[in-house]
């Protein structure tokens, strides 16, 4: 049985390693802070969806779409993916339950597999049900799959078979084994077997009945009972074995029935909270990696707008055919907050989930890399400069044709001549092999050349003074200026 909702072909692997750069990309776009919305407090729904925003590096169009269509269904058909993830979650409980009564003999492994097979065929029945009372409300290709497996594989009849099977499993008649006599007249070949069908009623009448020999153990009789439960060992091994693989099997299905579904939790959860706060989300429109689309209406920071209660600013961008985006202006103006919004909401759509703005289309990336300034701590064994540039290496070498790269602040460590130098020649050079940029920086002289070489594949957005009372405003398409923000941002990077 397979679930299919993250992948049409294929179950989710949650122990598929990260990208190098993931928990770089997690730190600066301050990720920890929606996952834990989208959590609600479920650890399970957490791993699940930091797992799949940072390892969505095989995203295409048609996968970004089948996710959406599952994520409809479950925005318009709350109760059921609820009850559905609950009912996972009762089977996998009671797995674990009986786990602290594993034992090694057969008979043991026997009665728990039976009792785990027989708590697994209610929860399934149950599933089944909920599958076939509201499967017609549901429309993706995701969900009809995994209904259609479960009525062609879950019907009346495998249900019964199972009920029969287990009961039969119980052996309340004893158990019977058959063997035949080996080298030093040892059983081998021990066979468990069905008991004979109840006797006729001529058979009854005549009194005839395969002819047998019996003996009884004696109550205190310990190396015979001993015997006895090594006889009915080598006979129920294999049908022990059996069942206990079937156990597993259905067990691994709710496991990953409930894994699938949580990253689909999370974002019912991600939708109730921003609703909540009165923000805006969309479905977004993913486009080819090559066809160079970027735009946005209402695009905000998903992560401040959780934790101020909505209060956000929105930026509209147009990047359509762009290449590139340069990010200048004021100190506190938003720009950072603007650059974390826009990986933000790469990491969803890309996901297949709702992009926090009230219309956002992208082309597509093979990977999301960020470089962000950071902070000198004791730790560094050289300059700031010299860290950047160490960090930026690998950066470099991991970016591809279908990347985009983020860049916060880069080089603001130097002075504005050689900072301006480096981030051009980085910049060009990503630039040339097809890599998107999207920079924020200070250095006039790095923004203004690249508006002076690249203009007609650039964006230049340019943020303003906050007010006097604090309100930032929106990111405005502007040329850069030649003003004193470097200097202002030279002197908070030295600590001047």
Known sequence: MKVHLLFPDRDFDAAAPLPPEAETLAADLGLETPVAAMAAGDRLIAEVVRAVLLGS??????????????????????????????????ALDAERKQGWHWADSPSSILGRSRSLLSTFMELLGRIKALADRHGERFHSAGFRGLFAMLDRELDAAYFAEVEAELSRLQFNEGVLISASLGAGNHGVGHVLRRWPKEKSFLEYLTGRQAPSLHFEIAPR?????????QLEARGL?????????????????????RTELAFYLGGLNLRDALAERGLPFCLPAPAADDALRLAATGLYDVGLGLKTDGRVVMSDIDADGRRFIVVTG??????????????????????????????????????????FRKEEDATMRSGKLDEELARMDGLVKAATHRSLFLFNESFAATNEREGSKIAGEITGALIERGVRVAFVTHLYTFAHAMLAEHGDDGLFLRAERPAD?????????????????????????MGE
Not at 221 to 229: H, P
Not at 241 to 249: K, L, M, P
Not at 341 to 368: E, K, T, V, Y
Request: charged share 20%; aromatic share 8%.
């Open 57 to 90: 590096t095989e995203a295409d169009v048609g996968l970004v779409r089948f996710r959406q269509g599952v994520l409809a269904d479950c925005l318009d058909n709350p109760r059921v993916v609820k009850d559905i993830y609950a009912l996972a979650g009762e």
């Open 330 to 371: 004021a100190n506190r103006g938003g720009k950072t907050t603007f650059l974390r919004g826009l990986g933000l909401a790469f990491l969803l759509m890309q996901a297949g989930l709702m992009a926090p703005a009230a219309a956002f289309s992208a082309s597509l990336a093979d990977r999301l890399l960020s470089h």
């Open 237 to 257: 091994n294999l049908v022990a074995n059996a069942v206990a693989q079937s156990a597993d099997h259905v067990a691994s299905f709710f496991s990953m029935l």
């Open 221 to 229: 009789d310990e190396a015979g009972w001993k015997a006895r439960e």
């Open 469 to 493: 009372d604090g309100r930032v405003f929106p990111l405005e398409r502007a040329e850069p200026l030649d003003t004193s923000f470097g200097r202002e941002l030279f002197a908070a990077v």
